[in-house]
């Protein structure tokens, strides 16, 4: 089984930036799409991107592309989120996915982590 473990999480002002990470163990990370995933309070949890198992290809929601990038780095089976031009209404937990199908925009992973909190204040 495939355990992931996001970290990079915090409190930070409108307009910063941050990059969250996910550590995958227990399973050849390269044979893995991967996706995050973010929860507002009071809300369903809802795409926010996924990049193929190579890294060649992404694909974003609309609400953060430009703001957003995916990216991963299969030799320290590690996924990441850097977040630019952070605003309130990014306040979610964010959560790192693992498919071992597509890189995919629906919540229908193979995988998950526990997740790690951003707040934005304004």
């Known amino acids: 089984q495939v355990q992931l473990v996001e970290s990079g999480g915090g409190l930070v002002q409108a307009g910063d930036s941050l990059r969250l990470s996910c550590a995958a163990s227990?399973?050849?990370?390269?044979?893995?799409?991967m996706g995050w995933f973010r929860q507002a309070p009071g809300k369903e949890r809802v795409f926010v991107a996924t990049?193929?198992?190579?890294?060649?290809?992404?694909i974003y929601a609309d609400s953060v592309k430009g703001r957003f990038t995916i990216s991963r780095d299969n030799a320290k089976n590690t996924a990441y989120l850097q977040m630019n031009s952070l605003k309130p209404e990014h306040t979610a937990i964010y959560y790192c996915?693992?498919?071992?199908?597509?890189?995919?925009?629906?919540?229908?992973?193979?995988?998950w982590g526990q997740g790690t909190q951003v707040t934005v204040s304004s």
């Open positions: 996915a693992a498919n071992s199908g597509s890189y995919i925009a629906t919540g229908s992973y193979d995988y």
């Open positions: 227990g399973g050849t990370f390269r044979d893995y799409a």
């Open positions: 990049i193929t198992r190579s890294g060649s290809s992404t």
